[in-house]
């Protein structure tokens, strides 16, 4: 299995603009995570899907985040329109159930 | 509410040392326990879990966890540690359907 697929793996935009991030969770999995991790905040859960349906999204810091998750094998982390504070390191994590998760590379995102 | 506490921000070791970080929960229900490592400009990795059974958990490169519940706490120990042990380690409490990752304990180990 090639484990959780996330891209871009870097990504630098300019304030204002819109940024896509993209995960591809491991085949058969039922949950998906989206995490935010800053040297400061640490890391922090923004939303997380089961069966394609979003449970808690109490994480996602303001209306400018949004995700998706279309189908069991893809989900989006939308930020429109970007802001310096925004940078970060991203990961998408996937689940089989309430067990550990599994994380991918992560994207960098850098906001100038 | 649920939490999860890592009291340690930063361990120095040297090399064979034995490592101990700490982790405590709080929840009155069942819960599991989990430990991450996040190497280097890495991912988070899964290195042991607790559900239920044994309350001391063997995982990947010699880690091990004890589950105590009369003390809500869930340490990561290992015997001897290595130059390439350095690292991140969360520990994180599975609460209900929630996950809560503590805030993280960087482990530097002096080769």
């Known amino acids: 299995d090639a484990g959780v697929i996330q891209s871009p793996r870097h990504e630098v935009t300019e304030m204002g603009q819109e940024v896509t991030l993209r995960c591809k969770p491991i085949s058969g999995h039922d949950y998906l995570f989206w995490y935010r991790q800053t040297m400061m905040r640490g890391l922090e859960l923004l939303i997380y899907?089961?069966?394609?349906?979003?449970?808690?999204d109490s994480g996602m810091p303001e209306d400018r985040f949004s995700a998706k998750m279309p189908n069991a094998s893809f989900s989006t982390l939308k930020i429109q329109p970007s802001e310096p504070r925004d940078s970060a390191v991203y990961f998408c994590?996937?689940?089989?159930?309430?067990?550990?998760?599994?994380f991918g590379p992560g994207t960098r995102l850098t906001v100038t | 509410a649920q939490s999860v506490s890592q009291h340690n921000h930063h361990v120095i070791l040297s090399e064979a040392a034995s490592l101990e970080l700490g982790c405590n929960y709080s929840y009155g229900g069942t819960v599991n326990l989990f430990w991450y490592v996040q190497y280097p400009g890495q991912h988070l990795q899964l290195l042991l879990k607790y559900f239920s059974g044994d309350p001391l958990v063997k995982g990947i490169k010699g880690f091990e966890a004890e589950f105590i519940k009369s003390k809500f706490s869930f340490n990561l120990r290992k015997p001897s540690v290595q130059w390439s042990d350095t690292a991140e380690y969360f520990c994180?409490?599975?609460?209900?359907?929630?996950?809560?990752f503590g805030a993280g304990t960087r482990l530097f180990v002096k080769a």
């Open positions: 994180a409490g599975l609460f209900g359907f929630k996950t809560i």
């Open positions: 899907f089961n069966n394609n349906v979003p449970i808690d």
């Open positions: 994590a996937s689940s089989l159930g309430p067990t550990g998760q599994y």
